[in-house]
């Protein structure tokens, strides 16, 4: 069976930073990769996805991710974040076909002026 | 398109009382899943429905959680009887069939005392 492994619990960034999640899966297989975003109050939203091509995925709002098979990574990335940024931060997994998406504990991303 | 929608939005209720949670997913989504969300965890499967048949129950408690989908559409999610540890939000998903990811609802937030 799947699992993921997103290895911050809580991150704290000031305005412009750089931000860099991290995220670890284990399947030996192919597999589907997600990041999900839940701002405060809201519901659970894709940011991005990777299926296959291109291991650099551009998702909404200025994030991207890449995937690296050999180190079985999805992490995400954000050249400068900024305060409406702040919201919990999930990495996901399916194994192609009709699967259910695997989860990760999600990281929470708090961004200070 | 409209989303996936879900309600109550909360409910609190005593332990060893029922309860009941309704979905309706985005239309012409053959597949549904409904997640339970531990505080300060990622979302974890409890029941994947293909049309009105269940693909994926295992991790779903079945001595207390049921769950059904009459006619392909709606789905209704039962606790009976709560227990403290039912305390979560439930959390309804829809995808299309093959697609990969899920659109998720806003959640049901239970409290059990």
């Known amino acids: 069976a799947q699992s993921v492994s997103q290895h911050n619990h809580h991150v704290i960034l000031s305005e412009a930073a750089s931000l860099e999640l991290g995220c670890n899966y284990s399947y030996g297989g192919t597999v589907n990769l997600f990041w999900y975003v839940q701002y405060p109050g809201q519901h659970l939203q894709l940011l991005l996805k990777y299926f296959s091509g291109d291991p650099l995925v551009k998702g909404i709002k200025g994030f991207e991710a890449e995937f690296i098979k050999s180190k079985f990574s999805f992490n995400l990335r954000k050249p400068s974040v900024q305060w409406s940024d702040t919201a919990e931060y999930f990495c996901?997994?399916?194994?192609?076909?009709?699967?259910?998406?695997?989860f990760g504990k999600g990281t929470r991303l708090s961004v200070i002026a | 398109e409209a989303g996936v929608a879900q309600s109550p939005r909360y409910k609190i209720i005593e332990k060893r009382q029922s309860v009941a949670f309704w979905c309706n997913p985005i239309?012409?989504?053959?597949?549904l899943y409904w997640y339970q969300q531990i505080l300060g965890q990622g979302p974890k499967l409890l029941i994947q429905f293909q049309n009105n048949g269940v693909v994926d129950d295992s991790q779903l408690p079945k001595d207390r959680f049921s769950a059904e989908r009459l006619k392909g559409v709606d789905s209704t999610l039962k606790i009976q009887p709560a227990k403290l540890e039912d305390s979560a939000v439930y959390l309804c998903?829809?995808?299309?069939?093959?697609?990969?990811?899920?659109?998720f609802g806003p959640g049901t937030r239970l409290t059990v005392t």
């Open positions: 996901a997994v399916n194994i192609p076909g009709n699967t259910p998406l695997v």
């Open positions: 998903a829809s995808s299309l069939r093959g697609a990969g990811g899920a659109s």
């Open positions: 239309s012409g989504h053959a597949t």
